[in-house]
């Protein structure tokens, strides 16, 4: 199994709203992605600032470049995601899965 990460940041004003964007959008479409394995979403604060780290767990690369295409090391964003974010990484990060419980 293959774990891709995502982080991102909003203003903590827009914490909220932000969620329920990504409920609609992006966690919809990898929760019915062909090989998804499940997600999580954490949430944590900084001063003025939340932050998010998506993971994304995959049964293989395959499954992922399915879902974000064939530079699957690029970040997948959404149109009202510049309403939102503070700024766009570039990148994710992969990791195979050596154990869960």
């Given at each position: ?8 940041r ?9 969620y ?14 062909a ?15 939340a ?11 395959e ?8 530079d ?12 939102y974010?503070?700024?766009r990484?570039?990148?994710?990060t ?8």
């Amino acid at each position: 199994m293959i774990a891709r990460t995502w982080h991102g940041r909003v203003p903590a004003a827009k914490a909220d709203p932000y969620y329920g964007y990504m409920l609609r959008t992006g966690l919809a479409d990898i929760r019915s992605a062909a090989g998804n394995r499940g997600l999580l979403l954490l949430r944590s604060w900084e001063e003025d600032e939340a932050h998010y780290t998506l993971i994304s767990f995959w049964d293989s690369f395959e499954a992922i470049r399915d879902f974000a295409g064939e530079d699957y090391e690029r970040a997948r964003y959404y149109p009202e995601d510049d309403a939102y974010l503070l700024e766009r990484e570039e990148k994710v990060t992969h990791a195979e899965v050596v154990a869960r419980d």
